[in-house]
Nanobody, 122 residues
């Protein structure tokens, strides 16, 4: 089984930055592609970013391109989401997830963390 624990959320003003971390345990971290998703109140959980297991290849949803950066440190079993130029529409609970495939599809991620709240004030 794979366990994921997110941290780094909080309240920030528009234009500010946050870095989310997701620590992974239980299985070999480098065997998994990692993704970040988010869910705003009353909305479905949506894809934000993903990184291939061997790093290098990444993909982002259009609304965060140029502002968010996903990265991973396989030695620390951790994936990060650096979020810059935050906007009120970025307010959501952010989840990290692990998959055996490099994908943007929510249903292809079998392992999920509990989420961390990100709130952006205008």
């Amino acid at each position: 089984q794979v366990q994921l624990v997110e941290s780094g959320g909080g309240l920030v003003q528009a234009g500010g930055s946050l870095r989310l971390s997701c620590a992974v345990s239980g299985r070999t971290f480098s065997n998994y592609a990692m993704g970040w998703f988010r869910q705003a109140p009353g909305k479905e959980r949506e894809f934000v970013a993903a990184i291939r297991k061997s790093s290098g290849l990444t993909t982002y949803t259009d609304s965060v391109k140029g502002r968010f950066t996903i990265s991973r440190d396989n030695a620390k079993n951790t994936v990060y989401l650096q979020m810059n130029s935050l906007e009120p529409d970025d307010t959501a609970v952010y989840y990290c997830a692990a998959s055996n495939v490099f994908t943007r599809r929510r249903d292809e991620y079998p392992y999920w963390g509990q989420g961390t709240q990100v709130s952006v004030s205008s």
